[in-house]
């Protein structure tokens, strides 16, 4: 059993630690400029407390999608992914109002079953222009919007209520 290094290793040691907190300090610099260029806001939270972190909240809701569907396809888990998604991205959230697809396209996307229906229903083709299309997209989620941010003060008030009903007054 040695108790010493030889001075070789402790020095191939020590150049590796300074290379590497350079590289860190290089690596934080770059991406702080990135995150100042592009106004960025960063907002730093507990992994474990998903009531302040949507993404930890949205990856707890996906695992549960791919437990499901995937029962039978265990070791193809990723094939089932995208479907797990879209699911995810078409559902109404309940404190917008909105699913995040409807939110971000202004509409939600078309599945097979809804294109052939609306084949199957549509009595009159009428073609719209492109600037027509556009200037409706814009109103739609201008109002989608205004409708989801009202939705979120709402679904803040009543979440600000079951809070307030567990809490004790001194």
């Not at 396209?105 to 549509?122: A, I, Q, S, W």
């Not at 409706?136 to 600000?160: G, S």
Request: net charge positive; charged share 30%; proline share 5%.
């Amino acid at each position: 059993m040695r108790c010493y290094r030889s001075s070789a290793e402790s020095g191939s040691q020590d150049n590796y630690k300074q290379t590497r907190v350079r590289h860190s300090l290089v690596h934080l610099k770059l991406r702080t400029e990135f995150l100042e260029k592009f106004g960025v806001k960063v907002v730093r939270n507990s992994v474990y407390h998903p009531q302040s972190n949507p993404v930890e909240r949205m990856h707890r809701t996906l695992k549960r999608i791919l437990e499901v569907l995937c029962l039978e396809a265990l070791p193809d888990w990723e094939k089932i992914l995208p479907q797990a998604l879209f699911a995810l991205r078409t559902v109404i959230h309940d404190s917008t109002g909105f699913s995040p697809a409807e939110l971000v396209h202004g509409k939600n996307p078309r599945t097979p079953v809804m294109l052939l229906y609306e084949k199957l229903t549509e009595e009159d083709p009428s073609e719209n222009s492109v600037v027509e299309y556009v200037f409706e997209l814009i109103n739609r989620m201008k109002k989608y919007q205004e409708l989801a941010v009202k939705n979120m003060e709402d679904a803040k008030q009543q979440q600000k209520l079951w809070h307030d009903r567990k809490t004790v007054k001194l």
